[in-house]
């Protein structure tokens, strides 16, 4: 558990950003604010593990020292240089599999050879794929260029620590963020668009994903037999749409806080439900995890420079890790394996790209995510799969159903889903593109806005209890 939104939001935030404010212009000293608030942020309820955390941060500087030593390490392709990235990466990954895949792994050993080895009951620490992936980030950066080396551990903390993002993401590489920790400013446009982010990715989670996730909760709680066709759809788009909201909201708060503290973050979503295809839904879902993996796994595994067999295994691999990465069950392998064999599919037999029909393409990429996402909310595979029968096979409408039906779609309900769903694809964009012209009321009426949605916001904190983020668990 971390922060609580009210504490966050009404104490936490305000003291870091009002000090960040009053100390001297200085960069260092500006950072070290930042750091220990960072590691006050997870140490509110992770206080063991942030000496994880900042273990990992010590293992990974003392491999960068290394690795941009070259004249000590053969040069910068030198047999031992390489072989300290490999120990590096293996460390990375052991640490990671040993929080969150040990109980999966002596779980199936126990089902293969029928063995009674006890299942690790370990908890997982909050975030850990996510700084993870940004240590590793870091040292494959600095092989791959000796100048990337940062010779100041404490730099190197904040990049792996810092708060806005730390524990959901979007993962920053550090090549994109290793200038903002030396040199950045904050300037009072930057300040305000950061709150206007913040803002918005608050009401998205808080209204928007909160009210959804209520809705599927109820359809996924539901004996099977009790869902039709209706009640297991509206289960599942309500899934679909309270993951894109919660997730994307998470990015635009850590976006905005970034932006309030002079710090530049890319892009984690752009309206991946718009898309007219599978391959084109991850160039705009989870934009930095799927380029984590490209830079990382796909490139150097040949990419799609070895031929078309070969380009095609290299997606269903990293598609694989990609579910893996979520979690250690099967619905998640199972997920990764439905975008991979999308994939596969759209670049060999399925003529996506040849179909003229924008509408035809973008019904068939919500299918394909939507049934996706069925089996990655679901507790377990066979869970999944009663669901995804309901959904295309339970045509009867009897009257449990029928009375579910009606006590789900109230007027309140009806909104959210029709605001979720219509906001998912480009609208909000579009609308600001034609009011752009209005200047300065333009601005009037975007702040206006803003505050209307911050009121909302804290309406339903005074009256919700405390919803942690889908990807906390990640």
């Known amino acids: 558990m971390v922060f609580s939104s009210a504490i966050f939001l009404f104490a936490f935030l305000p003291v870091i950003f009002c000090l960040y404010y009053i100390l001297p212009s200085s960069n260092s000293v500006k950072n070290g604010l930042l750091i220990i608030a ?51 990466v293996i ?35 909050v975030g850990i794929s ?71 990715g608050l009401f998205k989670k808080l209204i928007l994903a909160n009210g959804l996730g209520c809705i599927a909760d109820e359809v996924f709680l539901l004996e099977i037999a009790d869902c039709n066709l209706l009640v297991a759809w509206l289960g599942a788009v309500s899934y679909t749409l309270q993951i894109y909201y919660d997730f994307s909201g998470y990015s635009d708060m850590a976006i905005g806080l970034a932006s309030m503290f002079g710090f530049q973050f890319q892009e984690n979503f752009e309206h991946p439900y718009g898309a007219c295809s599978i391959k084109e839904f991850w160039r705009r879902w989870h934009i930095s995890l799927s380029t ?46 439905v975008h991979g064999i ?41 869970a999944g799969l009663s669901m995804l029968k309901a959904m295309f096979t339970n045509f009867a409408m009897d009257v449990s159903s029928a009375s579910f039906l009606r006590e789900s779609l109230n007027s309140y309900n009806i909104c959210i889903l029709g605001t979720a769903f219509l906001f998912s694809y480009p609208v909000g964009r579009r609308v600001g593109e034609k009011l752009g012209h209005m200047g300065k009321g333009y601005h009037f009426v975007l702040s206006a806005g803003s505050l209307i949605l911050l009121l909302l916001c804290i309406l339903n904190l005074a009256s919700t209890s405390y919803n942690p983020f889908i990807y906390f668990r990640f």
């Open 38 to 88: 960072s590691l006050l942020f997870y140490a509110f309820g992770e206080p063991v593990y942030v000496f994880l955390m900042i273990g990992s941060t010590v293992v990974n500087y003392i491999f960068g020292r290394m690795l941009g030593a070259g004249n000590l390490t053969g040069g910068k392709n030198g047999f031992i240089r390489k072989m300290i990235l490999v120990l590096a």
């Open 91 to 125: 460390l990375n990954i052991v640490i990671l599999g040993v929080f969150k895949y040990a109980g999966f792994i002596v779980d199936i050993m126990n089902q293969i050879f029928h063995t009674g080895i006890s299942v690790p009951a370990i908890a997982l620490p």
């Open 130 to 200: 996510f700084f993870t992936f940004q240590a590793l980030s870091y040292v494959i950066d600095v092989y791959r260029d000796e100048g990337a080396e940062q010779k100041s551990f404490f730099k190197l903390l904040l990049y792996i620590s810092f708060f806005p993002q730390l524990i959901a993401g979007p993962i920053i590489r550090y090549h994109d963020i290793s200038g903002q920790i030396e040199n950045r400013v904050a300037d009072i446009e930057k300040i305000v668009s950061g709150m206007q982010r913040f803002t918005k």
């Open 292 to 337: 984590w993996f490209k830079e990382y796994i796909y490139i150097p595994m040949g990419g799609n420079r070895r031929g078309k067999w070969n380009t095609e295994c290299n997606k269903m691999v990293v598609f694989i890790l990609t579910g893996i990465w979520h979690g250690a069950s099967w619905t998640f392998i199972i997920w990764g394996l």
């Open 342 to 382: 999308a994939n596969v599919l759209e670049d060999t037999v399925l003529p996506v790209q040849k179909c003229r029909s924008k509408v035809v393409c973008n019904v068939y990429t919500w299918l394909v995510v939507t049934t996706a996402f069925v089996m990655f909310r679901s507790e377990t595979v066979m």
